[in-house]
Nanobody, 122 residues
Framework: QVQLVESGGGLVQAGGSLRLSCRAF????????MGWFRQSPGKAREFVAA????????YYADSVKGRFTISRDNGKNTVYLQMNSLKPEDTGVYYC???????????????WGQGTQVTVSS
């Protein structure tokens, strides 16, 4: 059973930075892509960023373009999300996800992590 473990969340002031990590364990297939989503209280989960595993092609939601950077370490089955110039509206639980194919790029995934809380104070 694939397990995704996120880390790096926390409390930060507006304008600050955080770096999230997500490592995939017990992966028995070739990862095609990984992504990050977030969910704020009372809101639906929303897409943040995604990256293809072989070519490292990134894709971002408009709300985070220019502030967030997604990257990956194929050898460690790990994806990162560097978040700069954080805003209070970036607050939420951040989830990582793994996709086994290109189908549904960049919004649909097969496995999900438990999430890590990010809180940005004003």
């Amino acid at each position: 059973q694939v397990q995704l473990v996120e880390s790096g969340g926390g409390l930060v002031q507006a304008g600050g930075s955080l770096r999230l990590s997500c490592r995939a364990f017990a992966v028995t297939f070739s990862i095609y892509r990984m992504g990050w989503f977030r969910q704020s209280p009372g809101k639906a989960r929303e897409f943040v960023a995604a990256i293809t595993w072989s070519g490292g092609l990134p894709y971002y939601a408009d709300s985070v373009k220019g502030r967030f950077t997604i990257s990956r370490d194929n050898g460690k089955n790990t994806v990162y999300l560097q978040m700069n110039s954080l805003k209070p509206e970036d607050t939420g639980v951040y989830y990582c996800a793994v996709g086994r194919s290109g189908s549904g790029w960049p919004y649909e995934y097969d496995y999900w992590g438990q999430g890590t809380q990010v809180t940005v104070s004003s």
